[in-house]
C-alpha cells in the first residue's frame, strides 16, 4: 500500500478523532454489549490500544524492517490475533481507562497524536510482527480504529460516520489482504450488490 505520509498520518488523525468523538457519545452504557464477548468499555479499551501502540512501539526502536506493509503485519499476526488472550487484553485496557474511559480516551489521542505528527515516516519501531517502518505500520491502527470505532457506533446506535481519508484507507488495505488470498471476487460480488458474503467471511 503506497500511501503518502502526509496522506496517512492525516487519516490516522481523523481516524482517532472520530473514536474520541464517539466514545464521548457512551454516557452511562459502558456495560452494554459491545463486540462479541467485549462490552463497550471493554471495546473502547482494545480500541484505544491502537493508540497506546504506536506509542509504545516508538518508544522501541527496531534495528531492520522484517515487515515490509500492512498487509504483510495482518499476515503475520493471524495467528496472535486468533488467541483468546486478545479479548482478555482489551477487557484489562478497559478497565485501565478508570473512571471517566471517555475522558481518558481523549487523553490518550492528544498525547499520541503529536507524536506521530513530529515523525516522517521513516522511523523504526519492534511490532508485534517485528521491526516495521513507522509509515508500513501507522496503515493498521487507522484501519483498527476506523473499523472498531464503526463496532463501537453500532453499539451505541449513531451514524458510522467514517472519516473519509480514514476509510479510503482502510478499503485499501482490505484490498491488499483480499486479493492475495484469492477472495477478491466474492468480495467484488457483495458490495455490488450481487449477492452476500459467505458465511465467516473475513480478510483478516
Do not use: C, K, N
Not at 487519516?11 to 482517532?16: C, E, G, K, L, Y
Not at 474520541?20 to 484505544?48: F, I, K, M, N, Q
Amino acid at each position: 500500500m503506497d500511501v503518502a505520509w502526509d496522506d496517512s498520518r492525516r487519516a490516522f488523525a481523523d481516524a482517532a478523532q472520530w473514536f474520541v468523538r464517539t466514545a464521548a457519545l457512551v454516557g452511562d452504557r459502558w456495560t452494554r454489549p459491545g463486540l462479541g464477548e467485549w462490552d463497550v468499555r471493554a471495546l473502547v479499551g482494545h480500541t484505544s490500544r491502537s493508540l497506546l501502540t504506536v506509542e509504545t512501539y516508538l518508544a522501541d526502536p527496531a534495528a531492520t524492517v522484517e515487515v515490509a506493509s500492512a498487509g504483510d503485519y495482518y499476515r503475520a499476526i493471524r495467528a496472535a490475533a486468533a488467541d483468546p488472550a486478545v479479548a482478555a487484553r482489551g477487557r484489562d485496557a478497559g478497565a485501565a481507562l478508570g473512571s471517566d474511559p471517555a475522558a481518558a480516551v481523549a487523553e490518550i489521542a492528544g498525547r499520541v497524536l503529536p507524536l506521530v505528527g513530529a515523525r516522517d515516516g521513516t522511523e523504526l519501531l519492534t511490532t508485534l510482527a517485528g521491526g516495521m517502518r513507522l509509515a508500513d505500520y501507522l496503515p493498521t491502527r487507522t484501519f483498527e480504529l476506523a473499523v472498531h470505532t464503526a463496532d463501537l457506533a453500532t453499539a451505541l446506535r449513531v451514524p458510522l460516520d467514517v472519516p473519509a481519508t480514514a476509510a479510503a484507507q482502510a478499503l485499501r488495505l482490505v484490498a491488499d489482504l483480499a486479493v492475495p488470498e484469492g477472495l477478491a471476487g466474492p468480495l467484488l460480488l457483495a458490495v455490488t450488490g450481487r449477492t452476500g458474503l459467505p458465511a465467516g467471511f473475513s480478510v483478516l
